[in-house]
C-alpha cells in the first residue's frame, strides 16, 4: 500500500506524492516519512483517506499498539537509508500508473511516484507555467524535500525527458537515469493539430467507467486493434462529477505542456547527461528503434534495452518484462 507525501514544488506549486517502499521506508521511519508531510494509508486513485498522526503505534510486548514519536525509529529500523528512485509517468498520467510495475522492483530501493504538476492529485494551476523548466524544478524540489538525492530517476514519455533534463542540470541531485519510451527528436506541428483534434473528439463527459474503457480500449480512431490496458490507463485517470466522468486533468494544459517536444529538440541536454542511463523502448512504441540506439550512442554512459510485444505503456502493459530490462540495471548502478 502506497503512503501519500504532500510536498511543494517550483513556484509554491502543491504537488502529491506516493511511496511504494515495501515496509519500513528507507530513511528509518514508518507510516511517516518527516515532520511536516502528510502521509496518509492509501494508494492514489482511491476513496477516503486518513492522514496519519504525528506519532506512529507499535507493538509492545504484551499490550496492543504504544504511540512511539515519528523522530525517534525504534533501534532495529536505524539503517543506512536505502536508495532513492523517483518515477516520473508520462503526459496525461498519473503515479499510480507505477504501481505494478514498481510492485515487482526488488534490491531495497526507495520507491517515490509523483504525481507531476496538472496531473493526478497534483496542483493544476488555471495560469500554469507548464513549462521544461517548471517540470524540471518540480522534480528537483522533490527529490531534495524528501532526501531522496542521489537519486536514480525512472521516467515514461514526458517523465522520462523531465528526468534527463534535471539529470542534465542538477548532476549533482542524480545517481542514474532510465529513459522509457521517449524521443529526443521534434515531433512537428503536425503532431500538435493532431493532438489537439484528438482531445475534441473525445465523447466526454462519459457515462461510466466502462464507457471510458471501451472508448479508449477499443473505440477511439487512434486504436488500431483493440487494446484493454490503454482503456484501463485512462480509466485510471477519470473522475466522476455531475454530468459524468472526466478528466482529472486539464486538455488545454496537456498540449501546452507538450508545446516543447513538439517544437523543440532535445539532444543537447541529452548529451550533457553524465550519468549511467538505460534506455528502454517498447518493440511497438513511439520511440524506434534506429533513434533509441542514437540516444545511447550521444549518451557518454548509455544503455540499451528492448521489450518484445510491448508499444508506448510498455511499464502499464507489461510489468514483468519491464522488470526484467530495467531491474539489472538499477541494482548495477545502486548497489554500494
Known sequence: MARRLDVTGADGVRLTAWDYTPGPTGDGTTGRDAPGRSVTAQAPGGGGTTALPGIVPQPGPDRGAVPRPVG??????????????????????????????????????????????????????????????????????????????PVTLVGHSMGALTAWQLAAERPDLVRALVICDMRASALGAASQRAWQDWFRGWPAPFPSLEAVHRWFGDEDPWVETPNPARGAFFAEVMAERADGWRPVFDPEQM?????????????????????PTLVVRGLDGELGRAEAQEMVRVLPHGEYAEIPDAGHLLHYEHPDAWREAVEPFLNGVLTP
Request: charged letters at 20%; glycine letters at 12%.
Open 72 to 149: 525517534r525509529p525504534a533501534p532495529e529500523a536505524r539503517r543506512a537509508p536505502a536508495p532513492g528512485v523517483l518515477l516520473l509517468h508520462g503526459l496525461m498520467g498519473h503515479a499510480g500508473h507505477w504501481a505494478r510495475a514498481a510492485s515487482r522492483l526488488t534490491g531495497g530501493h526507495r520507491l517515490v511516484a509523483l504525481d507531476q504538476r496538472g496531473h493526478g492529485g497534483s496542483e493544476k494551476p488555471a495560469a500554469g507555467p507548464f513549462t521544461r523548466e517548471a517540470y524540471v524544478a518540480d522534480a528537483a524540489a522533490v527529490v531534495e524535500q524528501l532526501g531522496l538525492g
Open 255 to 275: 498540449l501546452t505542456s507538450r508545446e516543447t517536444w513538439v517544437h523543440d529538440a532535445h539532444w543537447d541536454s541529452l548529451a550533457q547527461v553524465r550519468c
